[in-house]
């Protein structure tokens, strides 16, 4: 399996997304991201009626992180520091638009 690094995806997200619009919004409180957060995740499920049920979503979040889990254990995956991830992201954000 393909390891992903953190630069490269943050790099192809900064891409996609105005730099400026992004600063802004990563300096949002908490509270404002994390509602922003859902926003944006709940506009991407579809509205056919046929989304989960709590027990049902449950369920599914349980086999996932089993699944993350499991990658971890068996070192298909690294782990990154939270704080690493927002330096690198801001770092992309702060430099110049080739």
Do not use: C, F, N
């Not at 192809?12 to 944006?40: F, Q, T, Y």
């Not at 049902?56 to 995956?77: F, L, N, Q």
């Amino acid at each position: 399996m393909a390891v992903t690094t953190v630069a490269a995806y943050t790099e192809a997200v900064a891409m996609a997304i105005p730099r400026k619009l992004v600063s802004e919004l990563l300096e949002l409180p908490d509270e404002d991201r994390g509602a922003l957060a859902a926003l944006l995740w709940r506009s991407l499920e579809p509205d056919d009626g046929d989304e989960l049920t709590g027990k049902e979503w449950e369920a599914v979040w349980a086999e996932e992180i089993d699944r993350r889990m499991r990658e971890v254990t068996e070192g298909k995956v690294e782990l990154v520091d939270g704080d690493q991830v927002d330096a690198e992201i801001r770092a992309m954000l702060d430099a110049p638009i080739p």
